[in-house]
């Protein structure tokens, strides 16, 4: 009985942990704005390790099975708690060494090649500020036959399922300023690119302007 109640406790430290990093990571990816967006990739990165394994095949298997999210997180959860109570049985029993070198085993699996996207495919801050810049400068390109935007034009923001970068500004390096934005998986792009040559007229000169 004891041992089936160190495993439940372990699960459920497991489970809300995993909800956690789940929240933590819609949110850094700009969702409520409670957390700063430079750690999404940090989140993302636990998110994997406590994925593992169940989540993660889950996910390559049925990325669209939202209606067994739940049962597969806490059968997960159970998997975890089961794989920590038998650790700490092999630690008592052989040591503290291949135990640790178990884990690190399991923690590089669940941490594999992302190509800098979330766990489902989703884009992670990075990826999507570098999308928001070649779609800006591709557009701007055909049109003005100029690349005037980098990734400290503007700063990124992730909102309702999709990404937003730029806004429509007179003062513009050069004159230009865009408007990107698609959805989490960077699909869906839609691109406005803005070419201003307004000039500043003095209070007391001439009602002049100059396009």
Not at 11 to 22: D, I, N, P, R, Y
Not at 46 to 71: C, M, N, R
Not at 79 to 88: C, E, R, S, T
Not at 162 to 189: I, K
Request: with cysteine; charged share 20%; hydrophobic share 45%.
């Amino acid at each position: 009985m004891r041992k089936l109640i160190a495993v439940v406790i372990v699960a459920g430290v497991h489970w809300l942990v995993t909800v956690g990093l789940m929240l933590a990571e819609l949110d850094t990816g700009g969702l409520l704005g409670l957390f700063p967006t430079r750690g999404h990739d940090v989140v993302v990165g636990l998110l994997k390790v406590v994925e593992f394994p169940l989540l993660t095949v889950f996910y390559a298997v049925a990325p669209d099975g939202e209606t067994l999210l739940l049962p597969v997180m806490i059968l997960n959860s159970l998997l975890w708690g089961a794989v920590v109570y038998l650790g700490f049985r092999l630690v008592r029993r052989m040591g503290l060494a291949p135990v640790l070198v178990l884990m690190t085993v399991l923690a590089a699996s669940g941490c594999g090649p992302s190509n800098d996207h979330g766990r489902d495919g989703r884009l992670s801050e990075s990826q999507a500020l570098k999308l928001a810049v070649e779609l800006a400068n591709e557009q701007c390109s055909r049109r003005f036959s100029e690349t005037p935007f980098d990734s400290s034009s503007y700063s990124i923001d992730f909102r309702k399922g999709r990404w937003y970068w730029g806004n429509l500004d007179l003062a513009g390096a050069g004159g230009f300023s865009t408007v990107v934005s698609f959805d989490a998986y960077g699909n869906a792009p839609h691109v406005e690119v803005f070419f201003s040559t307004d000039i500043v007229i003095p209070a007391d000169g001439p009602d002049i302007r100059q396009r």
